[in-house]
């Protein structure tokens, strides 16, 4: 099978959320458009992973957060089995955090879902010929950051936590317990509480009340941007 195979002009979109109704409004607006159409779709990245292979996928929208696994490793894996497939981040989370890792990772757009509606087809269009998507505000940073040689973005230092320990701070904003995010993102809780630790040290915090205290403060920020 490839993956990107193509009977058409018309771009295969392969859908991965785990809320159907988040599912249902990509499909009605994806399959608006002439030229695009919903090839597949999966709740999570395992399910993902079994189905794509068969769906003739040019372009995977994917979440960062599931109830099981991660999506900055899900990306990492669907990369590496079908480089071919290009990969849109839809998310919930701070443009500024996140989307640079997702790139890293391999992901070739990254949209929010606050500014859903007049993005996603752009986005789409864009990437599948051949250039990265990000907000003009995005960009703009980059540019700058760029331009004035600093490699990590001034600010609250969340810049500085790993990939995982990122995850790991999103979901105890969220107000996961660490067992709750050891089984999420598939490691044991030891191995969350080393993060937690390392969090802490990275962000100069002097306990778990400040560090959750942070991480709430965080969640909500992302939020509401």
Request: proline content about 2%; hydrophobic content about 40%; glycine content about 8%.
């Amino acid at each position: 099978m490839n993956a990107t195979a193509k009977s058409s002009s018309t771009v295969n979109v392969f859908l991965v959320d785990d809320h159907a109704i988040v599912r249902d409004g990509l499909r009605l607006l994806v399959e608006s458009q002439d030229d695009m159409k919903v090839c597949g779709e999966a709740e999570c990245p395992e399910e993902a992973l079994r189905r794509i292979g068969r769906a003739d996928a040019n372009l995977l929208v994917a979440d960062l957060k599931y109830n099981n696994g991660s999506g900055m490793e899900f990306i990492r894996e669907l990369k590496a089995r079908y480089p071919e497939v290009r990969v849109l981040v839809l998310s919930m989370h701070e443009e500024s955090a996140y989307a640079e890792r997702t790139l890293r990772a391999g992901a070739s757009g990254y949209v929010m879902k606050s500014g859903l509606r007049g993005t996603l087809l752009e986005a789409i269009r864009e990437i599948m010929d051949g250039r990265i998507y990000l907000s003009e505000r995005m960009k703009d940073m980059i540019v700058r950051r760029s331009a004035s040689g600093v490699v990590d973005p001034p600010g609250s230092g969340v810049d500085d936590l790993s990939n995982r320990e990122l995850e790991v701070f999103d979901l105890l904003g969220s107000g996961a317990s660490s067992r709750e995010v050891a089984d999420q993102l598939e490691v044991s809780v030891r191995t969350v509480h080393t993060h937690r630790e390392r969090i802490k040290q990275k962000l100069g915090l002097a306990n778990s009340a400040e560090l959750m205290q942070r991480a709430v403060a965080w969640v909500l920020k992302s939020d509401v941007q």
